[in-house]
Nanobody, 124 residues
């Protein structure tokens, strides 16, 4: 079992930046692909970014390409999402997820484990 705890959310003005962290416990993340998802009020959860176990392959939703960067530190059992040039439409609860398959699996919305989320609010 993998427990995932997100942190780093908060209130930021449009154009600002935030870095989210996802700390894992229970197992080493080294054998898991990791990803970030988000759910805005009244909308379905959507894929944001994914990274393979070694960190050398990443995937992004078109809406965040060039703005968000996913990375991981397997020694710290932590995954990050650096978000820049934030927009009000980025306001959502952001969830961390882990899957024992490839990072491509995460792009479909599937994952073995989920965190409880951290709220990001971008004011205009």
């Amino acid at each position: 079992q993998v427990q995932l705890v997100e942190s780093g959310g908060g209130l930021v003005q449009a154009g600002g930046s935030l870095r989210l962290s996802c700390a894992a416990s229970g197992r080493s993340l080294i054998s898991y692909a990791m990803g970030w998802f988000r759910q805005a009020p009244g909308k379905e959860r959507e894929f944001v970014a994914a990274i393979n176990w070694s960190g050398d392959t990443t995937y992004y939703a078109d809406s965040v390409k060039g703005l968000f960067t996913i990375s991981r530190d397997n020694a710290k059992n932590t995954v990050y999402l650096q978000m820049s040039r934030l927009k009000p439409e980025d306001t959502a609860v952001y969830y961390c997820a882990a899957d024992s398959g490839t990072a491509v699996v995460l792009t479909t919305g599937e994952a073995n484990f989920w965190g409880k989320g951290t709220l990001v609010t971008v004011s205009s």
